[in-house]
C-alpha cells in the first residue's frame, strides 16, 4: 500500500517542522547553559554528591551561609553542597529508605568538611574566648568531616521536609545536645536516627545528637573546597589574624564563575 501523493509531501512537511522545533530546542538549552554560570566543584576521588545518590534526601548547607554558630559563612563552602566517601553516601540511602516507609527522612546540615572549614572553627573559638568549646568536644580542631565519613544530619516529615523535634536545634553546643539529656518525644526522635544510623554502619557521638561516623580504613583529611572559585587544596592559607580578638569574617561571598561546567 503506497501513500498518494499529497500524503508524501505532508508526512514531509510535518518532518522538517518537527526537526526544526528540535533543532531549536537543542539551541535555546545549549544557550541557556552557556548563561548559566556554574560555581559548584567536582567532587575528589572516592566522593559523591549526595543529592546524587539520594535524590530524596534533604540539604541544607548551613557553613555556607552566615546561619551558623560562627555568625559567618565558613572557608570552603562557596557553594551549598554536601558530599561524602561513596561508601558512606550508599549507607546513608539505606537509611533514607528505612525512614521513608515511616513517612520520614533526612536533613543533612554538613557532609565532608574542608579542613580549611574545620580550622575556621577553632579560630572563631579562640577569638571569641570560648576555648572550652574545642577542650569540651564540640568543636574539634581535626575532624571525621575533613575525611568524608562523618556527618550531621536531623529528621524531617518526608513530605512536607519539616524537621521533627530533636530537643535542641542543630549545632548547639551545651550538654542539652547530648543524645540521652532529653524527655518525650525528643528523646524518642533522637533515638530513632540513632538507631537508623547504627544499622547501616555508622556510630553516634554522645555529645552532639545529629553528628555520626562510619569508621573506614585508609581515608585522609582533605581540603578540596565545595566551589570552584576558591584556592585549590594545598593553595589556601587564612587571614594574618583571624584568630586574634576582634577580627570580622566576611558575612558573604563574591563568587566568579568555573572555567568550565564541572
Not at 545549549?30 to 549526595?50: I, K, Q
Not at 574539634?140 to 544530619?153: E, F, I, K, P, Q
Request: with cysteine; charged share 20%.
Amino acid at each position: 500500500y503506497s501513500l498518494p501523493d499529497s500524503s508524501h509531501k505532508g508526512v514531509t512537511k510535518m518532518t522538517k517542522t518537527a526537526n526544526r522545533q528540535a533543532l531549536f530546542l537543542l539551541i535555546i538549552s545549549v544557550l541557556c547553559s552557556a548563561a548559566t554560570p556554574v560555581y559548584r566543584n567536582t567532587p575528589p576521588p572516592g566522593f559523591v554528591r549526595l543529592t546524587e545518590v539520594i535524590p530524596t534526601i534533604r540539604v541544607d548547607a548551613r557553613y555556607h551561609t552566615a546561619d551558623n554558630f560562627t555568625g559567618a559563612p565558613l572557608p570552603g563552602y562557596g557553594e551549598p553542597d554536601a558530599w561524602m566517601l561513596e561508601t558512606a553516601a550508599k549507607a546513608l540511602k539505606k537509611v533514607q529508605e528505612s525512614l521513608a516507609v515511616q513517612g520520614k527522612g533526612l536533613l543533612v546540615y554538613d557532609a565532608y568538611r574542608p579542613k580549611r572549614g574545620t580550622k575556621a572553627m577553632a579560630a572563631w573559638a579562640e577569638r571569641t574566648g570560648q576555648i572550652a568549646l574545642i577542650t569540651d568536644g564540640y568543636i574539634a580542631r581535626h575532624s571525621g568531616h575533613n575525611h568524608g565519613h562523618t556527618v550531621d544530619l536531623t529528621l524531617v516529615d518526608l513530605e512536607t521536609g519539616n524537621p521533627l523535634d530533636m530537643g535542641t536545634p542543630w549545632d548547639t553546643l551545651d550538654e542539652r545536645s547530648h543524645t540521652y539529656k532529653v524527655k518525650g518525644l525528643a528523646l524518642t526522635n533522637r533515638l530513632l536516627l540513632k538507631q537508623e544510623m547504627e544499622a547501616v554502619g555508622f556510630r553516634f557521638y554522645y555529645k552532639e545528637w545529629w553528628h555520626f561516623r562510619m569508621k573506614l580504613e585508609g581515608t585522609r583529611p582533605r581540603d578540596v573546597p565545595y566551589s570552584c572559585f576558591e584556592p585549590p587544596e594545598g593553595d589556601w592559607q587564612p587571614t594574618p589574624g583571624w584568630n586574634q580578638p576582634g577580627f570580622v569574617m566576611p558575612s558573604n561571598w563574591s563568587p566568579s564563575p568555573c572555567e568550565a561546567s564541572p
